[in-house]
């Protein structure tokens, strides 16, 4: 069984992401890991170099800086790495993305379990998403609790955004793969980091999806959309998290909520009534017994 870690990353130091530690999350159950890295303004090609490991294969790319739709350009930038892993899995992170590492093993028998199972497509992961400091996770239905992070290398799969995968049969509508759960968590970063990096993503990245975003200036929240983190963080993350994220998030009990947040209260009700995840799947979770 070969495996292909792939990613993409660009002005990874100056928007704060946590991409090295990312890498090397992973790199242990990988026999080879692309990364599509575009034009940067500071070190992030030289920090992925000083990593030194043979199985790392980088491919410099240019954006296409006249797609600014719907954040397509990271779809883009995905799929050329995607495009190039030669494995039977493929294995795509996100440069806030973590792996734990208690939890390579499991990735890995799960991969060696259902790699000639053709009815599996792919590997779900469940999802931490850390907000405002590393002691919150959100927990409401505007965040997406589980999601494809590993899919076979034989399909014939494209990706409309930087988040999922779709399959496409004989050229008809594309549909969400079959995919099978790991049992394993993916520790999502990307609302910890420190506000001047969130400020300077927010102004680099908005274009992308034709908008113009304020200045951040703290992080904010429904204080019912997030809860306590009891859990323990991957050991690779401790410099960064000391470093590099927000100290400190206390959530505010006096904030005004948004339309939005009002819609996804009333969608957390319905779940507590139903006892049913009411998220967005970009998957179909396939019964292999």
């Known amino acids: 069984m070969k495996v292909s870690g792939f990613t993409f990353i660009r002005n990874g130091t100056i928007l704060g992401y946590p991409f090295i530690e990312s890498i ?3 790199l242990p159950i990988c026999d080879e890991f692309i990364i599509a890295v575009g034009p940067s303004e500071d070190d992030t ?7 030194n490991n043979k199985k790392i294969k980088i491919i410099q790319t240019q954006w296409n800086e006249n797609m600014q739709d719907r954040g397509f350009v990271y779809a883009q930038q995905k799929m050329i790495a995607h495009f190039n892993c030669s494995g039977d899995w493929a294995f795509y992170l996100e440069g806030d993305e973590i792996v734990h590492q208690e939890d390579l093993k499991v990735i890995k028998r799960s991969m060696q379990n259902f790699l000639n199972n053709t009815k599996i497509e792919a590997l779900v992961f469940d999802y931490y998403h850390f907000f405002g400091s590393k002691s919150w996770v959100a927990s409401s239905p505007a965040w997406y609790r589980q999601e494809v992070r590993i899919i076979k ?3 014939r799969v494209w990706s409309p955004d930087a988040l999922y995968f779709v399959s496409m049969d004989k050229n008809k509508i594309g549909r969400y793969p079959n995919a099978a759960l790991v ?4 520790y999502h970063y990307g609302h910890i980091r420190s506000i001047s990096s969130m400020n300077n993503k927010l102004k680099k990245v908005g274009k992308y999806w034709r908008k113009k975003l304020p200045n951040f200036t703290s992080y904010t929240i429904d204080p019912k959309a997030i809860k306590p983190f009891l859990g323990s963080h991957p050991s ?3 410099k960064w998290l000391r470093d590099k994220a927000e100290p400190f998030f206390f959530p505010d009990v006096k904030h005004k909520l948004t339309r939005r947040e009002k819609k996804h209260r009333w969608l957390i009700i319905l779940e507590n009534f139903l006892g049913k995840d009411l998220t967005k799947k ?5 019964d292999y017994e």
């Open 236 to 238: 690779i993350m401790k």
């Open 183 to 186: 049992g394993a968590s993916i």
């Open 45 to 51: 090609l030289v920090r992925i170099q000083k990593i």
């Open 153 to 155: 290398n034989n399909l």
């Open 24 to 26: 090397n999350s992973i």
């Open 282 to 286: 970009h998957f179909k979770i396939f």
